[in-house]
């Protein structure tokens, strides 16, 4: 089981490369549902991430992919360090299918 929707694009994606060659692109995404929305990060990978790289904040995008979760080490103003659990969703697919329509003050 994973997850399907749609959604639109709330931070620019950003586009790199692993230490081990792997091409990842990161990005938000607003998925709104009957209480509001909620804002999911999203990795993409290989030709995904090369092709969601070139969207723009507010293109609606249909997403396919899966939960995950990992650790990462979080520093402290005070110093040290602090393990925290970062969520996100791993597309396995991720296209933009049209921009988010814009309302205007009248």
Do not use: M, N
């Amino acid at each position: 089981k994973g997850l399907e929707a749609d959604g639109v694009i709330c931070t620019q994606p950003t586009y790199r490369t692993t230490p081990l060659g792997r091409e990842i692109s990161d990005l938000t995404v607003a998925i709104r549902h009957s209480r509001g929305s909620d804002y999911i990060p999203v990795v993409t990978w290989g030709r995904t991430a090369q092709e969601i790289s070139k969207a723009k904040v507010g293109d609606i995008v249909h997403l396919r992919g899966r939960f995950q979760s990992r650790p990462y080490r979080k520093k402290l103003d005070i110093g040290g360090e602090v393990e925290r659990t970062a969520y996100e969703v791993s597309a396995k697919s991720c296209q933009v299918v049209g921009k988010q329509r814009r309302l205007r003050a009248e």
